[in-house]
């Protein structure tokens, strides 16, 4: 349960803060509020600046997204609330949080690494849930042939995706020798089939190309009649011969 809890306080400050409203209903002022204070940057790369404002104090930070600076923010003013030493008048701003496994779908990229290399498939299960119904942190484990991880977080796909970005970050760092531990059979042998499947397609289009280039209907001279053409061209000069004889015989 404390393990849940400090799990929350630092993947959903957000959810921390709005749970300490909750409990401090009679004498809290209101709710965490967040304002966006500036938005600047170009299109493709935005900067967002929130402030969140909570039991009269009060927290700026910015982000690439509007989500990661309320999430920031937050996490500030839940530091100033928990006693960390941060001023309540800071401007300094808090360097996220590196979490590469939050960014893309690593689910899917674990799918497509696994089948493009003929490994076996990665295989998740729900290991269990803690905290009460609004703060849960699920646990998640993966299991590919001997590698096994466990992903965390307050959501069930948050948690999956966090285990398969640990998987697939494992796989990336294997040589081939242990990747070739982790192969399916299967897999492999379809992958064999349809190498071999492109191969006789392309032999036979060498081939159909190779019986076209000698077929002399094509208009391609290979020289095969150049002893003919004596030949022809001596039936040639007799039959006009014939012609100029019978010729001078008709007006005789």
Known sequence: MGSAAAKMSLNNPIGKLQEIHQRTLETSPGPPLYNLVESSGLAHGPTFLIEAKFQGL???AEGSSKKQAKTLAAFKLLNMLEGAGVSRTSQDIVPPIPDPSTV?????????????KGLLPPWYEE????????????TILC?????????????????????AFKVLEKLKSLGEEDLKSLENPDARRRIKENDEEDGEKEADVLEEGSEEKGDGSMG??????VAQVPQVASDLS???????????????
Do not use: Y
Request: aromatic share 6%; proline share 1%.
């Open 127 to 138: 290991k269990g849930a803690e905290g009460p119904d609004h703060m849960r942190c699920f």
């Open 104 to 116: 893309g779908n690593k689910v899917g990229e674990l799918q497509e690494f696994t089948s493009t």
């Open 238 to 252: 007799l039959k006009l011969n014939d012609l100029e004889i019978n010729s001078g015989s008709r007006e005789q």
């Open 143 to 163: 299991t590919l042939g001997w590698i096994s991880e466990v992903g965390e977080s307050t959501t069930k796909k948050a948690a999956k995706r966090e285990v």
């Open 58 to 60: 009060s927290a700026i």
């Open 220 to 225: 391609v001279w290979n020289g095969d009649d």
